[in-house]
């Protein structure tokens, strides 16, 4: 956590823009710390499959099940959560005490909302993206440790990054949990072109 934090720091010392590639979920919590330090209020945008608001699993603090909720320890966190399906009992109680800073748009619902629906639950102030590549439906996405069907597609996404550019600061992002499966080159390109993508989006001048 204090590398990353420390690598980031450096990289916005040179005004350049954060895009961090990982393994699992829980680098978020050290790659958010320089925003936290940055902005009055930072709002994180998360696709995923799993809400993430656990207090730690299996004895670990900082486990990625417990990623956002280790953001949302700093007060002046937001968090905005699309194409969740997979929540645990456990995670019920701390979403309902904090509704005012949490907005999961559970991908059962995804017909019903729309992009710009989204983009104005972010608002327009600065955002940090982290996206969960099991946050796509896992008929797009095999190679990640936990796939799960429902989800979302490419278009799905495209929309809402496009949506969040045009209103809102995106100021970094993370792109975790590809775990490469020999042969499956389809998952790897889909998340290159995806860090392609979330680059452009952030870095266009609309």
Same mark, same amino acid.
């Given at each position: 956590?204090?590398?990353?934090?420390?690598?980031?720091? +450096? !990289?916005?010392?040179?005004?350049?823009?954060? &895009?961090? @590639?990982?393994?699992?979920?829980?680098? !978020?919590?050290?790659?958010?710390?320089?925003?936290?330090?940055?902005?009055? $209020?930072? !709002?994180? &945008?998360?696709?995923?499959? =799993?809400?993430?608001?656990?207090?730690?699993?299996?004895? $670990? =603090?900082?486990?990625?099940?417990?990623?956002?909720?280790?953001? @949302?320890?700093?007060?002046? #966190?937001?968090? #905005?959560?699309?194409?969740?399906?997979?929540?645990?009992?456990?995670?019920?109680?701390?979403?309902?005490?904090?509704? $005012?800073?949490?907005?999961?748009?559970?991908?059962?619902?995804?017909?019903? =909302?729309?992009? %710009? +629906?989204?983009?104005? *639950? #972010?608002?327009?102030?600065?955002?940090?993206?982290?996206? /969960?590549? /099991?946050?796509? /439906?896992?008929?797009?996405? %095999?190679? !990640?440790?936990?796939?799960?069907?429902?989800?979302?597609?490419? =278009?799905? #996404?495209?929309?809402? &990054? +496009?949506?969040?550019?045009? %209103?809102?600061?995106?100021?970094?992002?993370?792109?975790? +949990?590809? *775990?490469?499966?020999?042969? @499956?080159?389809?998952? /790897?390109?889909?998340?290159?072109?995806?860090?392609?993508?979330?680059?452009?989006?952030?870095?266009? $001048?609309?």
């Amino acid at each position: 956590m204090e590398t990353l934090e420390e690598y980031v720091n +450096e !990289t916005l010392a040179q005004k350049k823009f954060p &895009l961090i @590639l990982g393994g699992e979920h829980s680098l !978020t919590a050290g790659s958010i710390r320089p925003f936290i330090s940055a902005f009055d $209020e930072i !709002t994180i &945008l998360q696709f995923d499959a =799993h809400a993430d608001l656990r207090n730690g699993y299996d004895g $670990e =603090h900082f486990s990625h099940a417990a990623a956002m909720r280790r953001c @949302l320890d700093h007060d002046n #966190v937001r968090l #905005v959560s699309v194409g969740i399906r997979n929540i645990s009992a456990e995670e019920i109680p701390f979403l309902e005490e904090n509704k $005012e800073r949490i907005d999961i748009f559970w991908a059962k619902d995804k017909a019903r =909302h729309s992009p %710009q +629906e989204i983009a104005k *639950a #972010v608002g327009n102030g600065p955002v940090y993206i982290t996206f /969960d590549l /099991d946050g796509f /439906d896992s008929s797009l996405m %095999q190679a !990640t440790g936990t796939p799960e069907p429902g989800g979302l597609f490419w =278009h799905d #996404v495209m929309e809402i &990054l +496009e949506a969040v550019s045009k %209103q809102s600061n995106i100021v970094g992002a993370d792109i975790v +949990e590809l *775990a490469p499966r020999e042969g @499956l080159h389809a998952c /790897d390109f889909l998340a290159a072109k995806l860090a392609y993508k979330i680059l452009s989006y952030s870095l266009l $001048e609309i």
